[in-house]
């Protein structure tokens, strides 16, 4: 065991935000305008991890002149009607405020010749201000510190801490030399994400399920976990950021045949569709023998095409050196799995204030259950910032709030001992597996076309006993160093994840959005309108079930399906 | 072996260690350059090379991907 991790930090803050992606960084700007101190804890480096760094940067922004019933019919019904309306009007009023804020920063906003907004197509939207991805989160980590927050980058959070219903702050190690942090906190917030299990698409390698894993332990439910299989599309050779917008923008899928096959499979949205149908279409036409399928930009307007060129130039670049020229040629394409990321699952919210199940403990961005904004969407698009900046800064304002009110209390030492003990554990192991295998196990389970695109019965029954066994197996890896036992970390946390995965889609005895069974490829609006909720209880996982409150979406106009 | 640093530019900083996400790469000492520890970790981000004030760093792919 290197000699670092001997040692103890203890740190005391007011709040306590986890993972430093957009909506991390949100919640502690907000929480830093109420509290006075403020720690931001990321496993990577703030401003160059997370999915937010390596987005195309397109926030939906709703303004007053826009028609929100409109607005709130097309996401409900693309949806599933698993949205909760009231929430989808908060998002829409607050980010409305929010972007006129970070334009207030002077955030490197796209804008016309009069300095006004612009606002793109995307995934499902007219109505998209964009913001250079890559430069982000660079710019909100200079927000961050700016405003006085502590940001401590290196620090995995393993464990959460509790005194008595409440948690009470986390510990953790750094990933590079291995020493091990106390942090005692007024409030915390989780924002480190969804799960991605190290699938193939760009910059998502880190995003290991560690909120849902943090959430469980320490007692607070998750919900509509099923919806964990995101894909987004690429070239099969290396992921390509920027679809939503691509998709359209001229952007075309055609098959082996020439066909624009994506008509068939969504008349309304065609080529612009979700990406649960596009991957569904792209893994049919493939089964049907009318594969390969291709992607091109041939019919990208020009102006388009300057923009594309200066909002993603690494992208761009590397296009140019494999010799693939969007614009003149179609390339070969494929579905490419993000997971749950950006899609309805999360921790369950009790309230518009983001606060979990949970005294003391907030989720926001992906680690929040983003179902009840967009229901049963996958890749939605540009609301996902959206959903990151409006629950960041709901989060940390409350989170400041509670903090102030109930103060920092003691863990005891007896539990910060144990969780110690079970951070280092596979350091002091001297034999084990290299997490590194156990995660392909875990892969193997969850990204394939027959687990994700298309699910049945007998084969989630079959992923799921192979879970139970990973974890079991994950409890026993050896870490040769600080390096590994954040990937040992992981892996109890991916294998955790996706036991959640399983028990709730063997739940969902339907077909609804991203989640689509063979066994059950019907809508079933009598039995399941109906959120999935599961928390940890004495016999293990217990799953539970909570009817949409369908009533609310009659003050909108929306009449939802009958039941 | 990505990404690699043209030894002739780089001038030790230590940038590319601190922006890494994946923690692939190490700068143990001022005077030594960068070594790429993980090199089978990189998922070719492009964050050590986007802010390398030198231009030292660039990548080589693998066949599989080019």
Known sequence: MPADALRNEVIEVDVLVIGGGLAGCWAALRAKDLAGRVLLVEKARVGSSGASTFCAGDILWWTPQDDLEAWLQHYAERGGFLLDPEWFELLCRNIYE?????????????????????????????????????????????????????????????????????????????????RFCTIKAGATVIASGGCCWKGNYYGLDMICGESFALAYEAGAALSNMEYSNTFNSSTPRFDIY???????????????????????????????????????????????????????????????????????????????????????????????????????????????????????????????????????????????????????????EAAARFAQERGVLEPGTAQIQQAREYTLRPLNRKKGASPDDLYYELQKIVIPGEHSIIRQGERMQQALARALEIQDEAGRLRAQDPHYLVKCHETVASALTTEMVYRSGLLRTESRGGHFREDYPETDNKNWLKWITLEKSVGGMALSTQAVPLHKYQKYGITPPST | MPPRVDATKCTGCGICDLVCPGDVIHQLDKELHPLVRYPEECWYCGSCRADCPEEAISYVFPAVII
């Not at chain 1, 007219?126 to 989160?137: N, T």
């Not at chain 1, 983003?370 to 910032?385: D, H, K």
């Open chain 1, 98 to 178: 929010r972007v006129l804020e970070m334009d207030s920063w002077g955030a490197p906003f796209e804008k016309d010749e009069h300095g006004d907004l612009v606002r793109k197509q995307g995934r499902g939207t007219d109505a998209a201000v964009v913001f250079p991805g890559y430069q982000l989160m660079k710019f909100m980590r200079r927000k961050v510190l700016e405003r006085g927050a502590r940001v401590m980058d290196r620090i995995c959070v393993t464990r959460l801490l509790k005194e008595g219903d409440g948690v009470v702050g986390a510990v953790g190690f750094n990933t590079i030399n291995g």
């Open chain 1, 242 to 396: 920027g679809m939503s917008r691509f998709q359209r923008l001229g952007g075309k899928f055609t098959n082996a045949g020439g066909e624009r096959f994506m008509e068939k499979y969504d008349p309304e949205m065609k080529d612009g569709a979700y990406t649960h149908t596009l991957a569904m279409a792209m893994y049919r036409e493939m089964k049907a023998g009318r594969g390969p399928v291709y992607f091109d930009l041939i019919e990208m307007p020009e102006k388009d095409r300057a923009l594309s060129l200066k909002l993603l130039p690494m992208l761009f670049k590397l296009l140019e050196r494999s010799g693939l020229d969007l614009f003149k040629e179609r390339a070969e394409w494929m579905p490419s799995f993000v997971g749950a990321m950006g899609s309805a699952k999360g921790i369950k919210l009790t309230d518009t204030d983001c606060s979990s199940t949970v005294p003391g403990l907030y989720a926001a961005g992906d680690a929040a259950c983003q179902g009840l904004v967009i229901g049963a969407i996958m890749g939605p698009g540009a609301i996902n910032l959206t959903w990151a900046i409006v629950t960041g800064f709901l989060a940390g």
